[in-house]
């Protein structure tokens, strides 16, 4: 049982579209992080958040963390076909420094 | 500066027999993680180091898995007697501590284990 559900599973979506992704739990966790995948290689950091309520934005990229520190959302803005991937949220609960993935859910952007 | 790095990217083996998967973390950082990550599905833990000792080994699957890390640098993950399902792409990740619960962990490009 994964302690993070992710959805949607897949989305596939038009250059230039607007996506999200979900992130829920019923645990609260102290940080929360979004990583980005691609085939062959290894998960590399999006952004971390660490308070509720919290918004960081990087480029194109939107990212909310919930008031009650249980659930998260990324945005995409107009997206491109480089953002194509496999996106993973992963939570770190307080005094606990492993990470807790979710399934993932992998994005296509077509051209 | 260099990233974390794992060798070997693949490795196909027979079932029951040993198998070492190494990883070289960043440098300077004293933490180094293990995770499977099996298709279709996010990272799940293994074990974590903090400098030399396995500080939390609670996902290790069962005793034939085992990791090392004697000068708190390089990490070797073991598998012993290797069955099909332990197929799977193993990942480590370091950070520079663990103190924090939102250290940011920075992962190495997995080996993949076949298992035949």
């Known amino acids: 049982t994964q302690l993070l559900e992710q959805s949607p599973q897949f989305l596939s979506i038009q250059e230039g579209e607007n996506l999200t992704v979900y992130c829920n739990s019923s645990s609260v966790f102290s940080s929360l992080q979004w990583y980005r995948q691609e085939p062959g290689e290894g998960p590399v950091l999006l952004v971390t958040v660490v308070t509720g309520g919290e918004v960081k934005k990087l480029k194109r990229l939107t990212f909310q963390f919930g008031d009650a520190r249980k659930d998260s959302s990324l945005h995409i803005t107009a997206a491109q076909p480089g953002d194509t991937g496999l996106y993973l949220c992963?939570?770190?609960?307080?005094?606990?420094?492993?990470?807790?993935f979710g399934a993932g859910t992998t994005v296509t952007v077509r051209a | 500066g260099a990233g974390v790095s794992q060798t070997p990217s693949n490795k196909v083996t027979e079932k029951g027999k040993y198998v070492e998967l190494r990883c070289d973390p960043i440098?300077?950082?004293?933490?180094l993680y293990w995770y499977r990550q099996s298709l279709g599905q996010g990272p799940e833990f293994l074990i974590y180091?903090?400098?030399?000792?396995?500080?939390?080994d609670s996902g290790l699957p069962n005793d034939r898995f085992f990791a090392v890390r004697p000068e708190g640098s390089v990490s070797t993950l073991k598998i012993q007697r290797t069955e099909r399902g332990d197929s799977a792409v193993y990942l480590c990740?370091?950070?520079?501590?663990?103190?924090?619960?939102?250290?940011?962990?920075?992962f190495g490009p997995g080996t993949r284990l076949t298992v035949l």
């Open positions: 992963a939570g770190a609960r307080s005094n606990d420094y492993k990470l807790s």
């Open positions: 180091f903090q400098g030399t000792g396995a500080a939390d």
């Open positions: 440098s300077g950082h004293t933490a």
């Open positions: 990740a370091s950070s520079l501590t663990a103190r924090y619960s939102y250290n940011e962990q920075f």
